[in-house]
Structure formats: C-alpha cells, structure tokens
C-alpha cells in the first residue's frame, strides 16, 4: 500500500511539474544584463483583439557577472550581440522570487557564434558559458555539458576569463550585501 501511495504522489508531482512547463516565443526587446532578457510576446486578449505582453526572463543554468562589477557591461554587450531586436524562442519550468520566468532561450535566427556548440540544441545559455560571459550556476545546475562549455572557457581564457581572478556574481553580490549592511 505504501508503495502504490508513493508511486501515485509520484505520478502528481510529475504531472505538477509538467503544468507549469511552458514555451514562449516573442522579440527579445531589451536584454537587463548579462543574463536577463525581455521578451515581447504577441497573443490576443479575451476579447479577441491582439495584446503584446513583456515578459522578463532570467537565463536558466548560469550566473552572469552584475552590473557594476568587472565584465558585467561585455557580457551583457555580448548577449544583446545574440538577441536583441531577434526572435528568441524561451524553454521554461518555473519563476524566480522576482516573478522572472527562468528559462532556456534559443536565437530563431542563427548567432554569430552557433557553429561552434551542438548544432540545433546551442541555446543562448550555452553560448554565454562557452565564450566565457557567464558561470553555470551550480547552486542550481549540475549538468556535466555546462560545467565543460565553462572549464574550455576558462582554459582557453575566453571573455572574462581574460581577467587575473574573476569574482563570480554571487560572491560579488554577497560582498556588496554586507558592505550595505543587509547580511
């Protein structure tokens, strides 16, 4: 019996999870940072008439360097070089306690840079670990294929792995929290 009532909640929680899965497709009409994007999306109010809502959408699996902080303007520089003005198409499960979507984009257009990662699965996220913008963000991410795109980029001394000794964004952000006073 308790094997059939932990195989249903299962089942539930799949199933929950699945609901809240969801894609989007719109113009990517500002990019907030190195690792936060806005997205127009067309669609049609209830009254049938055509309404474009803005939805912003946080990079899913990375962690970019802040605004403010060393690389954060090049990263941000290249990620609207790969989206601004494009049609993005955005790959979700959830929202962040900012009510951002959290999310996988991909350029529906091809990127200057797409020839160098998996052909057809490259997402934007991809491309700003492996032309060294951004760190996976492991607190949330542990896929192997990430944590490679990053080591290569560090290796070859990509983007802000060009620096002496980058400060990932969570540090930065912690520092800067405690210098205010708030941790």
């Not at 990620?79 to 979507?101: A, F, H, P």
């Amino acid at each position: 019996m308790i094997r059939k009532s932990a195989a249903i909640a299962i089942v539930l929680l799949f199933v929950a999870s699945l609901a809240h899965a969801g894609e989007l497709v719109g113009k990517c009409i500002n990019v907030i940072d190195g690792d936060t994007i806005d997205v127009a999306e067309t669609g049609f109010a209830p009254n049938g008439r055509p309404q474009v809502v803005v939805v912003r959408v946080r990079l899913a699996h990375i962690d970019a360097p802040e605004r403010g902080q060393d690389y954060g303007s090049k990263a941000t520089e290249y990620l609207k070089s790969e989206v601004l003005q494009g049609t993005v198409r955005v790959k979700y499960t959830e929202r962040d306690r900012y009510n951002r979507i959290i999310g996988e984009v991909t350029a529906l257009r091809p990127t200057k840079n797409k020839s160098v990662l998996k052909a057809d699965k490259s997402t934007i996220n991809d491309h700003m670990l492996a032309f060294g913008w951004a760190w996976q963000y492991r607190a949330y991410d542990k896929d192997e294929w990430r944590a490679e795109l990053e080591k290569v980029a560090r290796k070859n001394r990509e983007g802000l792995w060009q620096g002496k000794n980058p400060v990932p964004p969570w540090e930065y952000r912690k520092a800067k929290a405690k210098k205010k006073g708030m941790i």
